[in-house]
Structures are given as C-alpha cells and as structure tokens.
Nanobody, 120 residues
Framework: QVQLVESGGGLVQAGGSLRLSCLAS?????????MGWYRQAPGKQRELVAA???????DYADSVIGRFTISRDNAKNTMYLQMNSLKPEDTAVYYC?????????????WGQGTQVTVSS
C-alpha cells in the first residue's frame, strides 16, 4: 500500500504563511486518480481544501481561493500546500489524501494529519 506522511504544520500568527508537505511512499507501482488536502476543525466535518482531479484540474474551497496553492513534484512523490494570509478560521488538522490505482483496484490513503494553528 501507499503511505502518506505530512509535515510543515505549526503555530503562526494571522497573516502569516506555512507550507505543508505530503510524501507518498509505497513498495509497488501505483497510478494516481486524485490527490489533495483536507482539513478538520474541532467539532466540524472534514472538508476539502484543495485537490488535483483525475483530469488534472485543480479545485479549491471557496474560503482559500487566492490564499492557498496546491502543487506537486512527481519526481519526489511529494505534494505541497502553500498557505498564505492565514486566518484564525484556517486552524485545523490538515490531512493529505490519495486515491490511487494498483493494476485494476482502487485504494484510498490518508496521512496522519498535521496541526495548523493560526492565532489572532
């Protein structure tokens, strides 16, 4: 299977920036269907932040458009989320998600999450 490990979270003041990374590792070849970032704030449901669709289109939550940028480096099997102009309402645990295929079977993996806290 494919394991995902996030890093880059932390505590930052409002208006600041953070960059999250998600490293994908696996012992077998796989192809990517979709991959993206989700977040979950206390007492709220997990929500999509940004993601690459199977066609390569990038989708963003309305609340982060113009502030967050998703990117990936296929050579490094790493996905990034650059977060600028952070707001207290961005405080959440951020999760990396990968929907992938091995031969003819689809799988989904989640990272362990990384905490992002934005102080006012």
């Amino acid at each position: 299977q494919v394991q995902l490990v996030e890093s880059g979270g932390g505590l930052v003041q409002a208006g600041g920036s953070l960059r999250l990374s998600c490293l994908a590792s696996g012992s077998i070849p796989f192809s990517i269907n979709t991959m993206g970032w989700y977040r979950q704030a206390p007492g709220k449901q997990r929500e999509l932040v940004a993601a690459f669709s199977s066609s390569g289109r990038i989708d963003y939550a309305d609340s982060v458009i113009g502030r967050f940028t998703i990117s990936r480096d296929n050579a490094k099997n790493t996905m990034y989320l650059q977060m600028n102009s952070l707001k207290p309402e961005d405080t959440a645990v951020y999760y990396c998600n990968l929907d992938y295929r091995v031969v003819l079977t689809n799988f989904v993996s989640w990272g362990q999450g990384t905490q992002v806290t934005v102080s006012s």
